[in-house]
């Protein structure tokens, strides 16, 4: 892949690292701070005082993460970077195997120079700071080049092996991994929700007197809003899509035999495979507009 490729991965990588990370973090300081704040009405003298100061604290690391999320972004490198990174390895394979806009009839240095100008454009369109030199220079490599070079059959074995089939078992992976974690949060969150109205009931008939239902609401909250972050359901309803989509895309590889279809084959699926990364960047970034307006 192009260094600039290899560069936005990496920077996207980052950002979703650091994003997750704080979230996640944000969210044990505010269930902290809930648990501290329940505890503080059956301990007297001392032992209170220091779960008031303890539940402060928490509160406060909570709004400093938050504070540092704000000010940095990370989930914009990580939204981001992504796009960036697909769309320059979708520029890659179209390269490698002669698809428009670089033709078997284009030679390789007016296909070389239309590259680094596209990569180019992909780069100054991005509204992240990033640096894309960081895996290096080389934008055009000696496989891509070779892959370049080869016969119709080759480079056909090649993509439809190296992309469409890897495409497809990633996302049908992911669909069913995004699947069984949406099961697994639902059933916490199930468990949260009856443990608060067992809490409830014993309250009600005088057994306790600590209100465990203030903390365990504060969980399903914390649950419900990591649920939204990481988008289970959405994701596994569309990578099953993108999944079959590609599985009808790998089987019409087939009977193509001419240059002239094998472009329009190349188009085809990567349409079919950049459709899914532009729908992800926008819920993720239609996501990230309804949590602001929310607080």
Not at 30 to 35: D, P, Q, R
Not at 82 to 91: I, Q
Not at 107 to 120: F, P
Request: aromatic letters at 8%; proline letters at 2%.
């Amino acid at each position: 892949m192009p260094a600039v490729q290899r560069a936005a991965d990496l920077a996207s990588l980052g950002g979703q690292r650091s994003y997750l990370r704080c979230t996640r973090w944000r969210l044990y300081f505010v269930i902290a701070a809930a648990v501290a704040g329940v505890l503080t009405g059956s301990i007297d003298g001392g032992g209170r005082k220091a779960l008031i100061v303890a539940s402060l604290v928490f509160f406060l690391l909570a709004l400093a993460t938050e504070i540092f999320l704000l000010s940095t972004r990370p989930e914009e490198t990580w939204y981001h970077g992504r796009a960036v990174a697909e769309s320059a390895k979708t520029l890659a394979w179209k390269f490698a195997v002669c698809a428009d806009p670089f033709p078997r009839t284009m030679s390789r240095a007016d296909a070389e120079r239309m590259l680094n100008q596209q990569l180019s454009d992909i780069v100054a369109e991005s509204p992240i700071l990033a640096d894309y030199s960081s895996t290096g220079t080389e934008q055009v490599s000696t496989k891509m080049k070779d892959l370049r070079d080869a016969t119709l059959e080759t480079r056909k074995s090649a993509y439809t092996e190296g992309r469409v089939d890897d495409q497809r078992v990633w996302y049908s992976k992911n669909a069913r991994r995004n699947e069984k974690r949406s099961l697994l949060w639902r059933c916490i969150l199930l468990a949260l929700e009856v443990l608060g109205a067992v809490s409830a009931l014993l309250m009600l008939v005088d057994t306790t007197s600590i209100d465990f239902g203030s903390a365990l609401a504060a969980g399903v909250a914390a649950g419900g809003a990591w649920i939204e972050v990481k988008q289970f359901d959405n994701l596994a309803s569309a990578y099953a899509l993108t999944a079959t989509e590609l599985a009808l895309v790998r089987s019409a590889a087939q009977p193509v035999d001419d240059e002239g279809p094998w472009s329009a084959y190349v188009n085809s699926a990567e349409q079919a495979i950049s459709r899914e990364h532009t729908m992800w960047l926008a819920r993720r970034v239609r996501t990230r507009i309804v949590r602001r307006e929310t607080t």
